[in-house]
């Protein structure tokens, strides 16, 4: 009916047009017929999926950190559960703390065995930074996102010209020195985990308060609460990508940076300069040396400082 219609209104509309009937019904037919042709073609199974969305699978046994994750728990279970579809699907951040893995678990893996940290630890940063200096909302700075209080107790020089919250080194020393002060206190790698979030004088409080010493059994705020389960996420997916979807090969991951390192215990007037002395730009002595805050250097106390250059060849710089 609606064609007869639409015909009818054409057929009105064109009489000045002196358009003989039959090349208008010819016309007509030709796009009635065509037009059904093609919907009858594409159908719903004209379009199969093409990949199934699914719910990875939890092996029978985790650990994280060398203590075992009591999945027989329901509520355990379906929180590991919960972080584990979280961080599958959420494809970006994922392929990215895997390439960015490449380039920095060679450094953060022999800082935690020196100090005694079980190697589960890096999957921390993995959640605190995604492997990034990034600045949270809060002022938490860094690959192991210390607040400037934190960063001071443990040792990190914090000032407008120099934030070691940026070095990777020293910020992942200043990790293990917390979390080893944690373990003392709690007693398990769990608990010293959670306290990274909550802080130690937190996690305190509730285990007292519930009588508990077991992470699993405290009722804790939303983020503390999911805060292993999601280290546990990013243990299992980055040690087995393909498991879980991913097919990264060799040359997707990001390559460690291969420098040396120059002492400087003097001023710095001008970082520019300073770097071309050395034969790289501002650009890359920055990315090499994040924690330089500023553009000089009044360095009063003549403190020893390890600046990283790039080994000769090793990247491919832009000149001026």
């Known amino acids: 009916m609606n064609f007869l219609k639409r015909f009818k209104d054409v057929f009105i509309k064109n009489q000045k047009l002196k358009m003989p009937l039959a090349v208008i019904v010819f016309l007509f037919g030709v796009l009635f017929i065509g037009t059904n042709l093609f919907f009858a073609n594409y159908t719903n199974d004209s379009f199969p999926?093409?990949?199934?969305?699914?719910?990875?699978?939890?092996?029978?046994?985790?650990?994280?950190?060398?203590?075992?994750?009591?999945?027989?728990?329901?509520?355990?279970?379906?929180?590991?559960?919960?972080?584990?579809?979280?961080?599958?699907?959420?494809?970006?951040?994922?392929?990215?703390?895997?390439?960015?893995?490449?380039?920095?678990?060679h450094v953060i893996e022999p800082i935690l065995k020196a100090n005694n940290i079980p190697d589960d630890?890096?999957?921390?940063?993995?959640?605190?930074?995604?492997?990034?200096?990034?600045?949270?909302?809060?002022?938490?700075?860094?690959?192991?996102?210390?607040?400037?209080?934190?960063?001071?107790?443990?040792?990190?020089?914090?000032?407008?010209?120099i934030d070691e919250r940026y070095n990777i080194e020293k910020s992942t020393i200043a990790a293990c020195k917390y979390l080893n002060a944690s373990y003392n206190s709690f007693g398990n790698w769990t608990m010293a985990a959670?306290?990274?979030?909550?802080?130690?004088?937190g996690i305190?409080?509730?285990?007292?308060?519930?009588?508990?010493?077991?992470?699993w059994n405290l009722v804790l705020g939303s983020e503390t609460s999911r805060y292993v389960s999601r280290i546990i996420a990013m243990k299992l997916i980055m040690e087995n990508p393909s498991a879980y979807g991913y097919d990264l090969k060799a040359e997707d991951l990001y390559?460690?940076?291969?420098?040396?390192?120059?002492?400087?215990?003097?001023?710095?007037?001008?970082?520019?300069?300073?770097?071309?002395?050395?034969?790289?730009n501002y650009?890359?002595?920055?990315?090499?040396n994040p924690w330089l805050r500023d553009t000089e250097l009044k360095n009063k106390t003549s403190t020893l400082y390890k600046i990283k250059v790039p080994e000769e060849g090793s990247i491919n710089l832009i000149r001026e």
């Open 49 to 105: 999926q093409e990949y199934k969305i699914i719910s990875p699978k939890i092996p029978n046994h985790v650990t994280i950190f060398g203590e075992g994750v009591p999945l027989e728990n329901f509520e355990v279970y379906e929180r590991v559960d919960r972080e584990i579809l979280v961080n599958t699907y959420w494809h970006s951040s994922t392929i990215l703390a895997i390439k960015r893995s490449a380039r920095w678990f």
């Open 121 to 161: 630890f890096k999957y921390l940063a993995v959640i605190e930074s995604n492997l990034e200096n990034a600045v949270s909302s809060a002022g938490a700075t860094g690959y192991w996102q210390f607040i400037k209080s934190a960063a001071a107790q443990y040792g990190l020089e914090v000032n407008e010209q």
């Open 194 to 201: 959670a306290s990274y979030n909550a802080g130690i004088n």
């Open 204 to 215: 305190e409080k509730w285990s007292g308060l519930q009588k508990s010493t077991n992470y």
């Open 255 to 280: 390559k460690p940076l291969k420098f040396k390192e120059v002492d400087l215990n003097t001023s710095v007037t001008n970082f520019a300069d300073y770097a071309s002395s050395l034969g790289v």
């Open 283 to 288: 650009k890359t002595l920055k990315l090499y």
